[in-house]
């Protein structure tokens, strides 16, 4: 079973985190499932970037990003070569380490129109 560290973020994960996670489940539900309480403002349909991350190890491993899922990623705070959406990106068998942008673009949380 892979191994996730989640690097700390202020908000979400103070202390950072190490989970198990099984193959084939979402980031997003690892990181809800253990606690960790990422934003997913459209349900996890791939309709936001709420729920945007940075895989600084392991990006080769998840599968592959779709053509929606990219065209939501060039609207994401702090895009990198390595962001992901965690509602679409799936655990392999690989070991992975995660950072929660400090960041992220809600416009209903943040009073936008």
Known sequence: MPQ???LPHPKLCPDGAVV??????TLCDVMLDNDIH???ACEKSCACTTCHVLVREGFNSLNEASET?????DKAWGL????RLS???VVAEED?????PKYTI???SEGGH
């Open 4 to 6: 996730i560290v989640f």
């Open 106 to 108: 809600n416009h209903a």
């Open 87 to 89: 509602c679409q990106a």
């Open 69 to 73: 899922e990219e065209d939501l990623l």
């Open 80 to 83: 990198e070569a390595v962001s």
């Open 96 to 100: 992975l380490v995660i950072e929660i």
């Open 20 to 25: 198990d996670a099984p193959a084939g489940k």
């Open 38 to 40: 990422i934003e997913h």
